[in-house]
């Protein structure tokens, strides 16, 4: 018995066709994944599977056999049926997606709450629950809330919360995109556990390495439409259609070691310590961090989230005093000196945040934005409009994007934009903390070629801070492993990606393994 | 799990309301005879509640109820005895002697005698009550007074002694202003009078304050050993209303709703724009108000108005007539003389219509007076200064004195006369009242003796705003309050009038009336010469 | 009281066009009004006369007259002067004011911050309207003291706005970038963390003015506003209100003409936010 | 991440203290600023106390200065006012010459029923609705009557409410505040404003709740809209507006002041109005300071409200 079987969905938005009339079949026991970059309708079509889509949406379909009944023509009434019992959902984020106002266990019984008839007490229905995820201390992780578990937990809970009405199909968008590598790899593995006890899994994603891992079949998806479909191995391996091929050529690689000439030292911090005051004590973000960087070069910085890689970046760029230790930029004291001595020395290095959008004031255009920095760059007010064109040019933008505002703008391009401004200053150094880490991978792809294009160009030193190995391993020529605010381990790429010695860079390499092929 | 707090708020506070509102509203249902008398009182609580101090009129109404008087004065002005059997007055005017009734006992068991009356005319005289009207009712001043002292020649004698005479003594005797609270509270509670309350308003009335809620009511309960009440009204022994409530409503609005609707059974100060909204089933009683009608003071010492001929241009330069009529909807007469009709033995009816509005004689005055230029505003100049009066009222303005004054400013306006209205502050309005610094003020006075004038006329008077000072003036002012022979003084306050008519120092408007309104339910309910209600005698029907 | 609303959420839908048109042309035709009342009526608003008193509205009168015979029509035209003037010139003194200690305590040290957050919550515990009569009872009444008023009462809650929009824009990405890029830190605040915190407040205001206005004819009606005949909305209202079975319309128009005027105000405030925060 | 008991008693009473703290500064700031800022009011309180036309002679009214004590320095006579307001003695009332306290006192309840009674109509109105308009029609329609509501002038609305329903139909008496039905208009014309707040805020909380992610995963388990309001969004829309209530507590008193002089109503806010037109001092500083501690209780009272609704405010008690 198949648990989901869809012949013709078609979305339509705004007179657009957003899916263009897709066929998706997945068998009791059985994983198909749909991958595809955003905006290809992915998310639209998980939806779609539960009579979710938004309002403004009208959706079409020849069938649409969720958990064994024809759903294509349902009313919202005959949708409520289904939902929880035929098909449940898995979303991305579970501090969102789980009520933060409501404890644990009575979200995850919710689903049997609203359908019992009798009265009758639920907690060992929900202790159950949990302990099908593997959730440690089921009674007491019961009665918190979503912010008092950890990442990994949570999305445990929102799980079971999905399980709870023991349905046919389990529809999965994106269930371990927020979660770090480690912690990704147990989700992965439970996925896996409840696909082999028999229920069917659509599992979304934009990430290959998690469907390698997991999926049993995939289907690739563009604007709206597949264009491939088969057995994992089969497409990964001898990819038949050119989007597909396209997608595998973007996943970063570890790149043939360059020769690996000593240079001068530019940047160094020795022994470093920042540390914060939280309510409930003080907490050490970086622990007697030492790092240098020689000339031309780049530093690869890699950890998970709350490791303290964007505080050490910070510490670098002279933007938060160390409590102890210090920065040397280019030979002379920079994290000692006051700022009115630092600033006229700021434009040797610059910085490159995650988040483009947010880095330039919302009222600001393009060109003001350079032109804020040409200023301190010394440049001439009537040659700025000039040289903010030459600069769009040499990060790969047109001319008329100057008068745009960032607002209007892709994801790619406004990284491109950030990355203009950071040269127009004219640095020797630039930290790069998550860069890429928003973007899709074929745009993330074509940024990380634009930096390696300038840094030989211009001879440029990075210090590049993601807690993506792959990335690391294509960028850097040293790699520092950060855990907890301590630097653990730290080398050069080949020694730390071949021979890692701390367990913490082991095991953070063995849940990347697949993607570094 | 609590599901949601917001209402759980809610509720608990509705809970707190519906026990204050049951708390609130409870009124046993009984036999005994109520009736509720609804007033404007806003001023009463604050420290008004003692005739003795209070120059308000509210004051001397409410009390009226535990107060009695030596004499009563009647509708034709003549006197009758109360608590006073006889009087004889010296052939010099100088000493009253009265002969007390011997069976009256004040609410709190003190007797009523000589030595109380002494001990109330003292209390009245004393720096500490700072009386703002009653002392001067008595012919008292702390320099230049007619009143001496207060003798008490045996238990039931007293006699009053002036150095001047003072003709207006009885009259003043026969009010609530000059009353008599228990001696026992003028002793220990002379303080707390202004505030009032039970055990401390403590009288010989027909009524004792048994409740007050400041701004809200006072609740009077019959007094049943009452028997010595004023000859004019035929009723003997206690009162047959058991409980009087008067409530204080200060809208207007409120007031006349409350009686229509059967809440209250009289209602005191009702406007002339309401009384048309009262309709049938109940009796309106309008009684003009003797002494000095409500008027305009032209301060001659200030501004523009040191010249006759500029006063008597403003004075006929506005259509009194047709504003007095249309804001007061017909109610209140035009007033032409600076005393009231109702004045005893007083009013010269000679003037009525004698300075009617004539805008074309106005003009002919302001120019002969020299005020020949006209300035962009259409305004009348001499030598480059405007024509133009300021006038200074206190507040709050009621909205029918505003409404006059709009007509008033708007007519002198068509003749090139600018009138610059402040409303001012108590504290701010006697800042400027003391030194005199403005050109017009406005006020009306009630009184039931001529004598009223004096304070407004005479070179020391306190109210004598237009600061008249002419020794003819004073004269003609000081025979009359020492006369007591009628027709001698009716003669004197009518050559006063006439002189007003031509000097212009007063311009008066319109007469007010005391309007009550009271359910047809209500019998034999009689007024004193101000148009206040007399309870004891009434009856409040079913 | 709207002011709280101008912090919640925009809705979730934009307001219909022809209704930000409709506002808009209601508030161009109040701004005609106090440049050029003339223009509306010939009748001079203190002009009064004992035989037109009390007349029901008719061609001659479009709102009836008043007990003194004025025509109440042209008393509201010339009224739009005080109401507006106070509307908008409290809410303009709040603002500023609000803005520059909200922004100051927020760049502060800590302990100055915690100081200036106590008085202002203190300040903002207290409801405006019994502040604004508070601060009457210190100036006495008057059209200027009720713009004095109204901004004092007002103040406290732009400043909290601009002290929270301050801590957000400290933090923004913009401003590290303008660190990194070597920007001085007064130009900082001029150029960056002002106008970012300026706009939601001129938002703000433009809602506020609406709430002064409320709050302005309920002073004047209570008698603490411009003295009487001055031809103010709340002085007009308070004239009617004892002759309400017999002239209901001296208080009927001036009432609809306020709620017409904050109504568009709000409609064009919440437009503008909406455009703003898009 | 989680406390022990003994260390979450321990932030639980350091919590209660500056909590306490907090108030105590809030009315001590209160009646300082209000002390010296009524003391800088021109004009004589004794003309004040006297009333116009007194014909009373400078020598009395010096008297009358000495007995109230308006010779002494300002500090001390602040410091004998602090010493007294302590023991809950806020001075005596110039014009009604009785302890203010008891004056305010004597007034609450008639104030409390009316905004009781308002608050009550206003959550009823602004909960059904939330509840039953869902149609966009029926929304735009709501949104557009809140608006009104919320702009037209509270006095106004009484006063045509008058009109209609006292005048013309005759159901409710003009005023005054005896019985029940007395109550009626008034409250239900200090309820529309806040009718109109709350539903508003209600309405946008709702909104912005349903658009987060955790109601698609409630969606997606088979809630119908009806159970999805009461079983979440209500929730968060109701920490809003717990937020709101205390706002609006505040602005009940500033409407009481214009409602119970509309409708001829005794309460507190006729007796500050009152005592503000008749520069009464001692009464307008103690409604000051009366207010001070009411809405510095009110708000202590719904941050505890918000943080029982929103566990996250829990751990993260600190200063805002």
Same mark, same amino acid.
């Given at each position: 018995?198949?648990?989901?079987?869809?012949?013709?969905?078609?979305?339509?938005?705004?007179?657009?066709?957003?899916?263009?009339?897709?066929?998706?079949?997945?068998?009791?026991?059985?994983?198909?994944?749909?991958?595809?970059?955003?905006?290809?309708?992915?998310?639209?079509?998980?939806?779609?599977?539960?009579?979710?889509?938004?309002?403004?949406?009208?959706?079409?379909?020849?069938?649409?056999?969720?958990?064994?009944?024809?759903?294509?023509?349902?009313?919202?009434?005959?949708?409520?049926?289904?939902?929880?019992?035929?098909?449940?959902?898995?979303?991305?984020?579970?501090?969102?997606?789980?009520?933060?106002?409501?404890?644990?266990?009575?979200?995850?019984?919710?689903?049997?709450?609203?359908?019992?008839?009798?009265?009758?007490?639920?907690?060992?229905?929900?202790?159950?629950?949990?302990?099908?995820?593997?959730?440690?201390?089921?009674?007491?992780?019961?009665?918190?809330?979503?912010?008092?578990?950890?990442?990994?937990?949570?999305?445990?809970?929102?799980?079971?919360?999905?399980?709870?009405?023991?349905?046919?199909?389990?529809?999965?968008?994106?269930?371990?995109?927020?979660?770090?590598?480690?912690?990704?790899?147990?989700?992965?593995?439970?996925?896996?556990?409840?696909?082999?006890?028999?229920?069917?899994?659509?599992?979304?994603?934009?990430?290959?390495?998690?469907?390698?891992?997991?999926?049993?079949?995939?289907?690739?998806?563009?604007?709206?439409?597949?264009?491939?479909?088969?057995?994992?191995?089969?497409?990964?391996?001898?990819?038949?259609?050119?989007?597909?091929?396209?997608?595998?050529?973007?996943?970063?690689?570890?790149?043939?070691?360059?020769?690996?000439?000593?240079?001068?030292?530019?940047?160094?911090?020795?022994?470093?310590?920042?540390?914060?005051?939280?309510?409930?004590?003080?907490?050490?973000?970086?622990?007697?961090?030492?790092?240098?960087?020689?000339? @031309?070069?780049?530093? @690869?910085?890699?950890?998970?989230?709350?490791?303290?890689?964007?505080?050490?970046?910070?510490?670098?760029?002279?933007?938060?005093?160390?409590?102890?230790?210090?920065?040397?930029?280019?030979?002379?004291?920079?994290?000692?000196?006051?700022?009115?001595?630092?600033?006229?020395?700021?434009?040797?290095?610059?910085?490159?945040?995650?988040?483009?959008?947010?880095?330039?004031?919302?009222?600001?255009?393009?060109?003001?934005?350079?032109?804020?920095?040409?200023?301190?760059?010394?440049?001439?007010?009537?040659?700025?409009?000039?040289?903010?064109?030459?600069?769009?040019?040499?990060?790969?933008?047109?001319?008329?994007?100057?008068?745009?505002?960032?607002?209007?703008?892709?994801? @790619?391009?406004?990284?491109?934009?950030?990355?203009?401004?950071?040269?127009?200053? @004219?640095?020797?150094?630039?930290?790069?903390?998550?860069?890429?880490?928003?973007?899709?991978?074929?745009?993330?792809?074509?940024?990380?070629?634009?930096?390696?294009?300038?840094?030989?160009?211009?001879?440029?030193?990075?210090?590049?801070?993601?807690?993506?190995?792959?990335?690391?391993?294509?960028?850097?020529?040293?790699?520092?492993?950060?855990?907890?605010?301590?630097?653990?381990?730290?080398?050069?790429?080949?020694?730390?990606?071949?021979?890692?010695?701390?367990?913490?860079?082991?095991?953070?390499?063995?849940?990347?393994?697949?993607?570094?092929? | 799990?609590?599901?949601?707090?917001?209402?759980?708020?809610?509720?608990?506070?509705?809970?707190?309301?519906?026990?204050? /509102?049951?708390?609130?509203?409870?009124?046993?249902?009984?036999?005994?005879?109520?009736?509720?008398?609804?007033?404007?009182?806003?001023?009463?609580?604050?420290?008004?509640?003692?005739?003795?101090?209070?120059? /308000?009129?509210?004051?001397?109404?409410?009390?009226?109820?535990?107060?009695?008087?030596?004499?009563?004065?009647?509708?034709?002005?003549?006197?009758?005895?109360?608590?006073?059997?006889?009087?004889?007055?010296?052939?010099?005017?100088? #000493?009253?002697?009265?002969? $007390?009734?011997?069976?009256?006992?004040?609410?709190?068991?003190?007797?009523?005698?000589?030595?109380?009356?002494?001990?109330?005319?003292? #209390?009245?005289?004393?720096?500490?009550?700072?009386?703002?009207?009653?002392?001067?009712?008595?012919?008292?001043?702390? +320099?230049?007074?007619?009143?001496?002292?207060? !003798?008490?020649?045996?238990?039931?004698?007293?006699?009053?002694?002036?150095?001047?005479?003072?003709?207006?003594?009885?009259?003043?005797?026969?009010?609530?202003?000059?009353?008599?609270?228990?001696?026992?509270?003028?002793?220990?509670?002379?303080?707390?009078?202004?505030?009032?309350?039970?055990?401390?308003?403590?009288?010989?009335?027909?009524?004792?304050?048994?409740?007050?809620?400041?701004?809200?009511?006072?609740?009077?309960?019959?007094?049943?050993?009452?028997?010595?009440?004023?000859?004019?009204?035929? #009723?003997?022994?206690?009162?047959?209303?058991?409980?009087?409530?008067?409530?204080?409503?200060?809208?207007?609005?409120?007031?006349?709703?409350?009686?229509?609707?059967?809440?209250?059974?009289?209602?005191?100060?009702?406007?002339?724009?309401?009384?048309?909204?009262?309709?049938?089933?109940?009796?309106?009683?309008?009684?003009? *108000?003797?002494?000095?009608?409500?008027?305009?003071? &032209?301060?001659?010492?200030?501004?523009?108005?040191?010249?006759?001929?500029?006063?008597?241009?403003?004075?006929?330069?506005?259509?009194?007539?047709?504003?007095?009529?249309?804001?007061?909807?017909?109610?209140?007469?035009?007033?032409?003389?600076?005393?009231?009709?109702?004045?005893?033995?007083?009013?010269?009816?000679?003037?009525?219509?004698?300075?009617?509005?004539?805008?074309?004689?106005?003009?002919? /005055?302001?120019?002969?007076?020299?005020?020949?230029?006209?300035?962009? !505003?259409?305004?009348?100049?001499?030598?480059?200064?405007?024509?133009?009066?300021?006038?200074?009222?206190?507040?709050?303005?009621?909205?029918?004195?505003?409404?006059?004054?709009? $007509?008033?400013?708007?007519? *002198?306006?068509?003749?090139?006369?600018?009138?610059?209205? !402040?409303?001012? !502050?108590?504290?701010?309005?006697?800042?400027?009242?003391?030194?005199?610094?403005?050109?017009?003020?406005?006020?009306?006075?009630?009184?039931? +003796?001529?004598?009223? /004038?004096?304070?407004?006329?005479?070179?020391?008077?306190?109210?004598?705003?237009?600061?008249?000072?002419?020794?003819?003036?004073?004269? &003609?002012?000081?025979?009359?309050?020492?006369?007591?022979?009628?027709?001698?003084?009716?003669? *004197?306050?009518?050559?006063?009038?006439?002189?007003?008519?031509?000097?212009?120092?007063?311009?008066?408007?319109?007469?007010?009336?005391?309007?009550?309104?009271?359910?047809?339910?209500?019998?034999?309910?009689?007024?004193?010469?101000?148009?206040?209600?007399?309870?004891?005698?009434?009856?409040?029907?079913? | 009281?709207?002011?709280?609303?101008?912090?919640?959420?925009?809705?979730?839908?934009?307001?219909?066009?022809?209704?930000?048109?409709?506002?808009?042309?209601?508030?161009?035709?109040?701004?005609?009004?106090?440049?050029?009342?003339?223009?509306?009526?010939?009748?001079?608003?203190?002009?009064?006369?004992?035989?037109?008193?009390?007349?029901?509205?008719?061609?001659?009168?479009?709102?009836?007259?008043?007990?003194?015979?004025?025509?109440?029509?042209?008393?509201?035209?010339?009224?739009?002067?005080?109401?507006?003037?106070?509307?908008?010139?409290?809410?303009?003194?709040?603002?500023?004011?609000?803005?520059?200690?909200?922004?100051?305590?927020?760049?502060?040290?800590?302990?100055?911050?915690?100081?200036?957050?106590?008085?202002?919550?203190?300040?903002?515990?207290?409801?405006?309207?019994?502040?604004?009569?508070?601060?009457?009872?210190?100036?006495?009444?008057?059209?200027?003291?009720?713009?004095?008023?109204?901004?004092?009462?007002?103040?406290?809650?732009?400043?909290?706005?601009?002290?929270?929009?301050?801590?957000?824009?400290?933090?923004?990405?913009?401003?590290?970038?303008?660190?990194?890029?070597?920007?001085?830190?007064?130009?900082?605040?001029?150029?960056?963390?002002?106008?970012?915190?300026?706009?939601?407040?001129?938002?703000?205001?433009?809602?506020?003015?609406?709430?002064?206005?409320?709050?302005?004819?309920?002073?004047?009606?209570?008698?603490?506003?411009?003295?009487?005949?001055?031809?103010?909305?709340?002085?007009?209202?308070?004239?009617?209100?004892?002759?309400?079975?017999?002239?209901?319309?001296?208080?009927?128009?001036?009432?609809?003409?306020?709620?017409?005027?904050?109504?568009?105000?709000?409609?064009?405030?919440?437009?503008?936010?909406?455009?703003?925060?898009? | 991440?989680?406390?022990?008991?003994?260390?979450?008693?321990?932030?639980?009473?350091?919590?209660?203290?500056?909590?306490?703290?907090?108030?105590?500064?809030?009315?001590?700031?209160?009646?300082?600023?209000?002390?010296?800022?009524?003391?800088?009011?021109?004009?004589?309180?004794?003309?004040?106390?006297?009333?116009?036309?007194?014909?009373?002679? =400078?020598?009395?009214?010096?008297?009358?200065? =000495?007995?109230?004590?308006?010779?002494?320095?300002?500090?001390?006579?602040?410091?004998?006012?602090?010493?007294?307001?302590?023991?809950?003695?806020?001075?005596?009332?110039?014009?009604?010459? =009785?302890?203010?306290?008891?004056?305010?006192?004597?007034?609450?309840?008639?104030?409390?029923?009316?905004?009781?009674?308002?608050?009550?109509?206003?959550?009823?109105?602004?909960?059904?609705?939330?509840?039953?308009?869902?149609?966009?029609?029926?929304?735009?329609?709501?949104?557009?009557? =809140?608006?009104?509501?919320?702009?037209?002038?509270?006095?106004?609305?009484?006063?045509?409410?008058?009109?209609?329903?006292?005048?013309?139909?005759?159901?409710?008496?003009?005023?005054?505040?005896?019985?029940?039905?007395?109550?009626?208009?008034?409250?239900?014309?200090?309820?529309?404003?806040?009718?109109?707040?709350?539903?508003?805020?209600?309405?946008?909380?709702?909104?912005?709740?349903?658009?987060?992610?955790?109601?698609?995963?409630?969606?997606? %388990?088979?809630?119908?809209?009806?159970?999805?309001?009461?079983?979440?969004?209500?929730?968060?829309?109701?920490?809003?507006?717990?937020?709101?209530?205390?706002?609006?507590?505040?602005?009940?008193?500033?409407?009481?002041?214009?409602?119970?002089?509309?409708?001829?109503?005794?309460?507190?806010?006729?007796?500050?109005? %009152?005592?503000?037109?008749?520069?009464?001092?001692?009464?307008?500083?103690?409604?000051?300071?009366?207010?001070?501690?009411?809405?510095?209780?009110?708000?202590?009272?719904?941050?505890?409200?918000?943080?029982?609704?929103?566990?996250?405010? %829990?751990?993260?008690?600190?200063?805002?």
């Amino acid at each position: 018995m198949s648990a989901l079987s869809v012949r013709g969905l078609r979305i339509r938005i705004g007179g657009v066709d957003v899916v263009d009339g897709i066929d998706l079949d997945v068998a009791a026991g059985e994983c198909l994944a749909i991958v595809g970059e955003s905006g290809a309708g992915k998310s639209l079509t998980a939806r779609a599977l539960l009579g979710l889509t938004p309002p403004h949406a009208d959706v079409a379909a020849e069938s649409l056999v969720v958990g064994g009944v024809d759903s294509a023509r349902f009313t919202d009434a005959q949708w409520r049926g289904v939902r929880g019992t035929g098909v449940g959902l898995v979303s991305q984020d579970a501090l969102v997606s789980l009520d933060p106002l409501r404890r644990i266990g009575r979200e995850v019984v919710e689903p049997l709450e609203i359908r019992r008839r009798g009265g009758g007490s639920l907690d060992d229905a929900v202790v159950a629950l949990l302990e099908r995820v593997a959730m440690p201390e089921p009674a007491l992780r019961a009665r918190q809330y979503p912010h008092e578990l950890s990442g990994g937990l949570r999305q445990r809970a929102l799980i079971a919360s999905a399980l709870a009405g023991d349905p046919r199909l389990l529809v999965a968008d994106e269930p371990t995109t927020a979660l770090d590598a480690t912690v990704q790899r147990r989700i992965l593995s439970l996925l896996g556990e409840l696909t082999a006890s028999g229920i069917g899994l659509l599992l979304i994603t934009h990430d290959l390495s998690v469907v390698r891992s997991l999926a049993d079949r995939v289907a690739v998806m563009r604007d709206g439409r597949i264009v491939e479909t088969g057995a994992t191995s089969r497409v990964l391996d001898e990819p038949q259609h050119s989007y597909t091929r396209e997608l595998l050529a973007a996943v970063p690689r570890a790149r043939a070691p360059r020769e690996v000439m000593p240079a001068p030292v530019v940047l160094e911090a020795t022994s470093v310590t920042k540390s914060y005051r939280s309510p409930d004590g003080t907490r050490m973000a970086v622990s007697a961090a030492t790092i240098s960087v020689q000339q @031309g070069k780049t530093l @690869g910085i890699v950890g998970e989230s709350g490791s303290g890689k964007s505080t050490l970046a910070r510490l670098l760029l002279a933007l938060e005093k160390p409590d102890s230790g210090h920065v040397i930029l280019e030979g002379a004291q920079w994290s000692e000196s006051r700022e009115s001595e630092r600033r006229s020395r700021r434009g040797a290095i610059q910085l490159i945040e995650q988040d483009a959008l947010g880095s330039f004031d919302p009222r600001h255009t393009v060109a003001r934005a350079l032109a804020e920095s040409l200023a301190l760059a010394g440049v001439a007010r009537a040659s700025r409009r000039a040289r903010s064109i030459e600069l769009l040019a040499l990060v790969g933008l047109s001319a008329e994007v100057v008068d745009r505002r960032p607002r209007e703008l892709s994801g @790619g391009q406004r990284q491109r934009v950030a990355i203009a401004r950071a040269l127009a200053r @004219g640095p020797r150094i630039l930290v790069c903390d998550e860069p890429v880490s928003a973007l899709d991978v074929s745009v993330q792809a074509q940024v990380l070629a634009l930096l390696d294009g300038l840094q030989r160009d211009l001879g440029l030193t990075m210090v590049f801070i993601s807690h993506d190995l792959g990335v690391i391993a294509q960028v850097s020529d040293e790699i520092a492993v950060m855990k907890d605010g301590v630097i653990v381990e730290q080398g050069t790429a080949t020694d730390v990606l071949t021979a890692p010695q701390h367990p913490f860079t082991k095991e953070l390499l063995g849940a990347s393994a697949d993607n570094l092929f | 799990m609590s599901t949601f707090l917001a209402l759980r708020l809610g509720a608990t506070v509705a809970v707190i309301a519906s026990v204050a /509102l049951l708390a609130g509203c409870a009124t046993p249902a009984d036999a005994t005879h109520r009736l509720t008398y609804a007033i404007e009182g806003a001023n009463l609580s604050a420290g008004h509640m003692d005739p003795h101090s209070s120059q /308000l009129d509210v004051s001397a109404t409410v009390q009226r109820n535990v107060l009695d008087s030596l004499v009563a004065q009647a509708s034709d002005g003549s006197f009758v005895p109360w608590l006073a059997t006889d009087w004889t007055i010296s052939d010099d005017q100088l #000493h009253y002697t009265f002969t $007390l009734r011997e069976d009256v006992t004040f609410t709190d068991g003190e007797p009523f005698n000589a030595e109380a009356v002494k001990a109330n005319f003292d #209390h009245i005289t004393a720096p500490e009550t700072a009386s703002a009207q009653a002392a001067s009712m008595l012919g008292f001043a702390e +320099d230049g007074g007619s009143y001496v002292d207060t !003798e008490v020649v045996d238990e039931f004698t007293v006699q009053v002694n002036f150095s001047k005479p003072y003709a207006p003594f009885l009259s003043a005797v026969s009010t609530a202003l000059l009353g008599f609270w228990s001696p026992a509270v003028l002793a220990d509670h002379a303080d707390e009078l202004k505030v009032g309350g039970p055990d401390i308003s403590v009288g010989t009335g027909p009524f004792i304050l048994s409740e007050y809620t400041p701004d809200q009511e006072i609740v009077y309960t019959a007094n049943p050993d009452y028997k010595w009440g004023p000859e004019n009204i035929d #009723h003997s022994g206690a009162s047959d209303i058991d409980e009087l409530i008067v409530r204080i409503l200060p809208e207007i609005a409120v007031r006349a709703g409350a009686l229509t609707s059967g809440e209250v059974q009289v209602a005191g100060n009702i406007t002339p724009a309401a009384v048309e909204s009262i309709g049938s089933g109940f009796t309106v009683n309008s009684v003009e *108000l003797p002494g000095i009608p409500y008027s305009l003071y &032209l301060n001659e010492k200030y501004g523009v108005f040191a010249d006759e001929r500029v006063r008597q241009a403003f004075s006929i330069g506005f259509d009194a007539d047709a504003a007095v009529k249309s804001i007061f909807f017909g109610q209140y007469p035009r007033a032409w003389s600076i005393l009231g009709p109702t004045t005893p033995n007083s009013y010269d009816a000679a003037l009525e219509g004698s300075w009617p509005y004539d805008a074309d004689k106005a003009n002919a /005055l302001l120019d002969e007076a020299g005020w020949t230029g006209r300035d962009t !505003e259409g305004y009348r100049t001499k030598d480059g200064v405007r024509l133009s009066a300021r006038w200074i009222a206190w507040t709050p303005i009621p909205d029918d004195r505003a409404a006059l004054a709009d $007509l008033i400013q708007s007519d *002198l306006k068509s003749i090139g006369f600018e009138v610059v209205r !402040e409303a001012l !502050e108590p504290a701010a309005y006697n800042e400027q009242y003391g030194p005199k610094t403005f050109d017009i003020t406005d006020w009306g006075f009630s009184g039931v +003796d001529a004598d009223a /004038l004096r304070s407004h006329l005479h070179t020391e008077g306190f109210q004598n705003a237009s600061q008249v000072s002419d020794p003819e003036v004073d004269t &003609l002012l000081e025979d009359a309050v020492a006369t007591s022979d009628v027709t001698q003084r009716a003669a *004197l306050y009518t050559q006063l009038q006439e002189w007003n008519a031509q000097h212009v120092a007063i311009v008066p408007l319109y007469v007010p009336s005391l309007i009550t309104a009271y359910s047809d339910s209500v019998e034999n309910l009689s007024f004193d010469l101000y148009g206040r209600p007399l309870f004891y005698g009434a009856s409040p029907g079913k | 009281m709207s002011t709280v609303l101008s912090r919640r959420a925009i809705s979730l839908r934009r307001p219909a066009a022809p209704g930000v048109i409709l506002a808009a042309l209601v508030l161009a035709v109040l701004a005609l009004a106090v440049v050029a009342p003339g223009l509306f009526t010939p009748i001079d608003p203190l002009a009064a006369s004992a035989s037109g008193s009390l007349q029901p509205p008719s061609s001659a009168h479009l709102f009836g007259t008043d007990q003194s015979g004025r025509d109440v029509f042209a008393r509201v035209v010339y009224g739009a002067r005080y109401s507006l003037a106070v509307g908008v010139g409290a809410s303009a003194i709040a603002l500023l004011a609000g803005l520059i200690i909200g922004v100051l305590s927020g760049l502060a040290h800590p302990a100055v911050d915690s100081v200036v957050n106590r008085a202002v919550t203190i300040a903002m515990s207290f409801p405006e309207f019994l502040l604004a009569l508070v601060v009457i009872a210190i100036v006495g009444p008057g059209q200027l003291s009720l713009v004095v008023a109204l901004s004092i009462a007002a103040a406290p809650a732009y400043a909290r706005v601009a002290r929270s929009q301050t801590f957000v824009v400290k933090r923004a990405g913009y401003v590290t970038s303008a660190r990194s890029l070597g920007v001085s830190a007064p130009l900082i605040v001029l150029r960056h963390i002002v106008p970012n915190t300026l706009g939601p407040l001129a938002v703000m205001a433009t809602i506020g003015v609406g709430t002064a206005i409320v709050s302005a004819a309920g002073l004047s009606f209570l008698g603490l506003g411009p003295a009487a005949p001055a031809p103010e909305w709340g002085v007009i209202l308070s004239e009617g209100r004892n002759l309400l079975d017999r002239a209901p319309w001296i208080t009927l128009f001036p009432g609809l003409v306020i709620t017409v005027t904050v109504v568009s105000i709000s409609v064009v405030g919440r437009y503008l936010q909406s455009r703003s925060t898009r | 991440m989680t406390l022990t008991p003994q260390h979450r008693g321990r932030r639980a009473a350091i919590a209660v203290v500056r909590a306490l703290g907090g108030v105590i500064i809030a009315v001590w700031g209160a009646a300082t600023v209000g002390f010296f800022a009524l003391k800088a009011i021109p004009g004589d309180p004794v003309d004040v106390m006297l009333g116009v036309h007194a014909q009373v002679s =400078e020598s009395v009214k010096d008297q009358i200065r =000495e007995d109230w004590g308006l010779t002494e320095p300002l500090v001390v006579q602040y410091l004998s006012y602090l010493a007294r307001l302590v023991r809950g003695d806020l001075g005596t009332s110039y014009q009604l010459r =009785e302890p203010v306290a008891s004056v305010l006192t004597a007034q609450l309840p008639a104030t409390l029923s009316l905004a009781g009674l308002a608050i009550l109509i206003a959550l009823v109105l602004s909960l059904t609705g939330a509840l039953v308009i869902r149609r966009p029609w029926a929304r735009s329609l709501a949104s557009a009557a =809140e608006l009104v509501l919320v702009s037209s002038p509270t006095f106004w609305v009484g006063l045509m409410l008058i009109t209609v329903f006292s005048f013309n139909l005759g159901w409710f008496p003009v005023a005054g505040s005896g019985d029940f039905r007395a109550l009626v208009l008034p409250a239900v014309t200090l309820a529309l404003p806040l009718t109109g707040i709350i539903s508003q805020v209600l309405r946008q909380g709702l909104d912005a709740a349903s658009g987060q992610p955790f109601v698609l995963t409630a969606r997606a %388990r088979g809630l119908d809209h009806t159970q999805l309001i009461t079983r979440h969004t209500l929730r968060h829309a109701a920490a809003d507006s717990v937020t709101l209530t205390g706002y609006l507590v505040g602005s009940l008193v500033g409407g009481a002041v214009l409602i119970e002089t509309v409708f001829g109503r005794a309460g507190i806010g006729r007796v500050a109005l %009152r005592a503000i037109i008749d520069r009464d001092l001692p009464v307008v500083l103690g409604v000051i300071v009366l207010g001070a501690l009411t809405f510095a209780v009110i708000n202590l009272l719904v941050d505890l409200a918000y943080t029982r609704l929103d566990p996250r405010q %829990r751990l993260i008690e600190g200063t805002a």
